[in-house]
T-cell receptor, first 113, second 113 residues
Framework: AQSVTQPDARVTVSEGASLQLRCKYS??????LFWYVQYPRQGLQLLLK??????VVQGVNGFEAEFIKSNSSFHLRKASVHWSDSAVYFC???????????FGDGTQLVVKP | EAAVTQSPRSKVAVTGGKVTLSCHQT?????MYWYRQDTGHGLRLIHY???????EKGDIPDGYKASRPSQENFSLILELASLSQTAVYFC????????????FGKGTRLTVV
């Protein structure tokens, strides 16, 4: 089965600073990788996803993620954060051999003015 | 735009009472999921289904039942609600396994008193 680890429960950055949220997955086959965002009192929304091709994938609102197979990582990045980016971010992994999608525990992002 | 509608959006239930949370999707998706989210925590899978009239146990099925009477509807049933089941519950759907996006409802906030 697959699993996801997000080692940082909470990350605080200043507005305008760059951001990296870490994600490591565990799966021996070809993973399908996702980043979701959850704003307060809402469900999760897809930011981006990756399966193959260019290891740097672009998402919504200036977010991007890089797939590094050798490190089993799929870190989320943004060049310059805005206060409205404050939310909880979830990394997820799926596989066609499995009916499920596995989520990490999430990283709460706090953007300071 | 894919739509997953949960009802009710919030509920207060009495310990020992029966609670039914409903989920309706208009996406024509085969896969549906029920997750639980506790304050400050990630998502935990309770039950899921990939075809009408069939459900599967997730990671924390104890104390919960699920029902999928049609492709569009997926219910979560707490036969004997307990204080420990106070949480936010999310329903989600996806078209297929693997690389497809999961669409989430807005959540149901359940408080058991």
């Amino acid at each position: 089965a697959q699993s996801v680890t997000q080692p940082d429960a909470r990350v605080t950055v200043s507005e305008g600073a760059s951001l990296q949220l870490r994600c490591k997955y565990s799966y021996s086959g070809t993973p399908y990788l996702f980043w979701y965002v959850q704003y307060p009192r809402q469900g999760l929304q897809l930011l981006l996803k990756y399966y193959s091709g260019d290891p740097v994938v672009q998402g919504v609102n200036g977010f991007e993620a890089e797939f590094i197979k050798s490190n089993s990582s799929f870190h989320l990045r943004k060049a310059s954060v805005h206060w409205s980016d404050s939310a909880v971010y979830f990394c997820a992994v799926s596989a066609y051999s499995n009916n499920r999608i596995f989520f990490g525990d999430g990283t709460q992002l706090v953007v300071k003015p | 735009e894919a739509a997953v509608t949960q009802s009710p959006r919030s509920k207060v239930a009495v310990t020992g009472g029966k609670v039914t949370l409903s989920c309706h999707q208009t996406n024509n998706h085969d896969y549906m999921y029920w997750y639980r989210q506790d304050t400050g925590h990630g998502l935990r899978l309770i039950h899921y289904s990939y075809v009408a009239d069939s459900t599967e146990k997730g990671d924390i099925p104890d104390g919960y039942k699920a029902s999928r009477p049609s492709q569009e509807n997926f219910s979560l049933i707490l036969e004997l609600a307990s204080l420990s089941q106070t949480a936010v519950y999310f329903c989600a759907s996806r078209a297929d396994r693997g690389y497809t996006e999961v669409f989430f409802g807005k959540g149901t906030r359940l408080t058991v008193v």
